[in-house]
């Protein structure tokens, strides 16, 4: 693994970069950083010094800084990968894998059975595993780091430190370049752990490309981000990623309209030529049969939850027999349509 000295990093930039030649207050600096950061003490202060350097100091500081700060960053980096990798191989993979299996074992089990246990299933039985799921098929930098231990938790923390300080430069010195830099590590962090997820790919492609028709048929943000959030949880669990229908989305909508201007809340609507899911979807110019109905919240999380403690709402959330899916949201009502 990977590591990198932070008194190296100060002593090159003061020996090499700014002393005996460079300003006093910029040398002043950057001994009081070195410092700091081997006694592990803050620095907030030093950074609001910054802004009292002349913008000569502050450029050289930072064009000194970066020549080393890319490796310090490359090198907490390629440690985190080479963690994230260790975790996704050998031992650990087949355990994770046994967990997988028993998981989404756990998670069908209770998808088929009879309404009434099934009730209660759903939080002691089916949540649980749905987010053991997500921790080892979506895992995240924080389980990358909490797996790894101590020592690359130390490397992270000196690298956003000196990140932060870094940021502080660009801030005072009203660079061009955004300040940025702690916010770039992190979504290092990010894109690498994206790397391994062993979520099914071709239902990732469906996701990515649902994300362009719903742009193109300039479908609400709200009802997009409804529809990937069904599919993320259908694709832990193992089943195909659905399809976005956006007349399925517009027959979605307009039942909630409905609901919503109307005054009822039913699968059954006194709306003429509205009367039933599949007469809806029809009308849209599409086809659909399975239908899911929320009233309390305009945000897409409340519908996806409500339904998926709901057994029969559940049961058409997670129907391997489906293909295409709509989501349509007027004011707190949402409906939710699916086809084959």
Avoid at 263 to 286: I, M, N, Q
Wanted: aromatic fraction near 6%; include cysteine.
């Amino acid at each position: 693994m990977l590591r990198f000295s932070v008194a190296l990093f100060c002593t090159f930039l003061l020996l090499s970069a700014l002393a005996p030649a460079g300003p006093k207050a910029t040398d002043e600096v950057l001994s009081a950083l070195q410092t700091r950061l081997e006694n592990g003490t803050d620095f907030d202060d030093l950074i609001e010094l910054l802004s009292e350097l002349e913008p000569v100091e502050l450029a050289k500081l930072q064009a000194e800084y970066d020549k080393v700060w890319p490796q310090m960053r490359d090198a907490y980096l390629a440690a985190f990968k080479e963690a994230a990798k260790e975790q996704n191989s050998g031992p650990l993979r087949q355990a994770n894998q046994k967990i997988l299996r028993q998981m989404r074992e756990h998670f069908h089990t209770v998808r088929g059975m009879a309404e009434g246990p099934m009730k209660s299933a759903l939080k002691v039985k089916s949540r649980p595993a749905l987010d053991q799921l997500r921790e080892i098929l979506l895992p995240s930098a924080e389980r990358i780091l909490r797996i790894a231990g101590d020592s690359l938790k130390a490397q992270r923390h000196q690298a956003l430190r000196l990140g932060t300080f870094r940021d502080g430069i660009l801030r005072a010195a009203i660079a061009i370049e955004p300040p940025e830099t702690v916010k770039n590590i992190k979504g290092g962090e990010m894109r690498i752990a994206e790397e391994f997820s062993d979520l099914d790919h071709s239902g990732l492609r469906i996701m990515d490309k649902n994300r362009k028709v719903a742009g193109s048929a300039m479908i609400p943000e709200t009802e997009r981000l409804g529809v990937e959030e069904l599919n993320l949880m259908r694709l832990l669990v193992g089943l195909n990623a659905l399809v976005i229908d956006p007349k399925l989305c517009d027959a979605a909508r307009g039942h909630s309209e409905d609901m919503a201007k109307k005054g009822f809340f039913s699968h059954t609507s006194p709306v003429p030529g509205k009367a039933s899911p599949s007469d809806r979807a029809r009308l849209a110019g599409t086809t659909g049969g399975g239908e899911n109905i929320y009233m309390g919240s305009a945000q897409p999380k409340a519908a996806n939850k409500g339904w998926f403690y709901s057994p029969g709402h559940h049961k058409n959330m997670f129907s391997p027999g489906y293909g295409r899916v709509g989501m349509g949201n007027y004011g707190r009502h949402w409906t939710q349509m699916f086809g084959r």
